[in-house]
């Protein structure tokens, strides 16, 4: 009874077992946020430990804006929104006397934000609504491809954190099943997230607008319709959580108040639980922000963080690396 | 170098070939339907195939009410509303004289079918909302242990078809991601749905309500309010496979017309796509109704199967068994 194909099966297992053997976090320095990381999936993963979780309930759920890329010096999705913004603007005449608009295609910042959030609301429904989901699919892939990021001159998608693509990495290999929950959009991360993050669509949680079916020419379409649905921060996380996945996650990664809500409803199950702040300390490699930022403001979740003793990543000295290699 | 199982190794490799050459169908007739499924299949998972979908692509949808399981002589969902309304009865002096509750106690179902869509709200506001999500799900829990079928007598989880889970088994080994979209609420069925057919939580779409969150005891809940979130039915399915799933189906399982936009937006797609309607024709093993029914009324949607070439499933001809064996 001999195997057609043992060579094959025994390389992989060999490779698999090299493959534990290195470092699964090489951007991580060996202080204590890695070793609280490693620890911890360890015990959960490991059959017969009495932390043990069986793979179906390893559920993580990661922020997306601040911990897995950046959101300075504006969220990635605003800049979107202003490149849209000016990209319609010639079928627009009336928004060079109309705001937001006016102000923004004038390059002018302070008026924008001077439109306030009924301001963000008006640019959204412009640059995010009245056109069908794969329409709108479209326009972010193709903006993702070729948008720059403002300081580093980067592509967007290169901008996310060599660290976290390593622990999410790590997290599958371990029988994690990972998703993203963040206040962004979701039909504005699904376009990138497979192949970036290897987060697939049905993996990502965002805020989103109602949509409607309906038939044009005879072919299905839904449209995206300038209605709220779901406001994926703050107290929507576990909301969102909820709605899309229906189980408490035993794992959460965030970096700001927005995600005080998930990781609460996380570190409350039963069991082996985790928790992370991304603390971004980094003036030098990345950005220093904290308390005071209008931008991922982190106040109440990081004295929360020290309080429980959640685990708070100094990007300073717990990455050896932020941004992937050129 | 020599490996260290590869015993184990081979002995899976061979059970896996061995289960590969048995009929992985053997509840379904060797009918054109069960050709057609088979053929599908193969064509889209086979690399080189002019049809090859990739695994990740490889997502098929399926209804749950009369699709996976019957929904006859009422809704199992109704018949859930029900038992809990006459539950919570002695909590609830006033229902006496309330309509739809003062019909339901009664026992008069026309009563209550005469309080209209507004009785329905009002019957799950008083069972579905105003509690948190993990004492619903318990709730749900309990009955599903305990309920049992009015005419066969059986736990409403043996009320399920055996052919279609062994339809799902077959789809997950050949790389698919299998999803339930029902009318029926998606809290209902995650409690069971792991344990009955081999879907996870997170692969469960259907009808919801809005949720808030809060603290309770320094708590973090769930609380689930008496608004709708989304009515997961006719239009509202391709809403929540978007919603959800964020790509498009290549495969999509019903029974009724709440299930023919679904079909029609999975088969609007480019490629190799599937779509099969569940005809209830078998009277003596399970109930047979379609056009004039109450209950899954089968009309336009099987119109437009049969215009459309769409796979109809007889119950009667191409089933060999209907319910698992007790």
């Given at each position: 009874m001999k195997a057609r194909f043992p060579f094959a099966v025994v390389f992989y297992v060999i490779a698999a077992q090299i493959g534990h053997a290195q470092d699964p976090l090489p951007s991580w320095n060996d202080t204590a946020s890695k070793k609280a990381i490693v620890a911890f999936v360890e015990k959960v993963s490991k059959?017969?430990?009495?932390d043990f979780v069986p793979a179906p309930e390893r559920i993580a759920t990661f922020d997306n804006d601040g911990t897995l890329w950046a959101e300075q010096p504006i969220y990635f999705q605003f800049a979107f929104v202003i490149d849209r913004i000016k990209a319609l603007a010639p079928k627009h005449p009336e928004w060079k006397t109309k705001e937001p608009f006016a102000s923004l295609l004038k390059g002018d910042m302070k008026g924008v934000a001077a439109s306030g959030e009924k301001g963000v609301m008006t640019m959204l429904a412009a640059t995010h609504a009245g056109m069908t989901t794969e329409e709108f699919s479209r326009t972010v892939a193709d903006w993702i491809a070729t948008a720059r990021h403002p300081k580093t001159g980067r592509p967007y998608i290169e901008m996310v954190y060599q660290p976290m693509i390593e622990l999410l990495a790590y997290l599958r290999a371990n029988g994690f099943k990972c998703f993203i929950v963040s206040g962004g959009g979701i039909e504005f991360m699904r376009p990138w997230t497979e192949k970036v993050y290897g987060i697939p669509p049905e993996q990502v949680v965002g805020s989103s607008g109602k949509l409607k079916f309906e038939m044009r020419d005879g072919k299905p379409v839904l449209v995206k319709l300038p209605e709220i649905n779901l406001i994926d921060d703050k107290a929507g996380k576990p909301v969102g959580i909820q709605m899309h996945i229906g189980r408490r996650p035993i794992a959460a990664f965030g970096n700001s108040d927005g995600d005080q809500q998930m990781l609460e409803w996380t570190m409350a199950g039963d069991g082996s639980r985790f928790a992370l702040i991304v603390h971004h300390d980094d003036a030098e490699r990345e950005w220093a922000y904290d308390r005071k930022s209008h931008v991922g403001q982190l106040d109440k979740a990081w004295d929360e963080a020290v309080a429980k003793g959640w685990t708070v990543v100094s990007m300073k000295e717990d990455w050896k690396t932020v941004f992937p290699a050129r």
């Open positions: 059959e017969g430990s009495p």
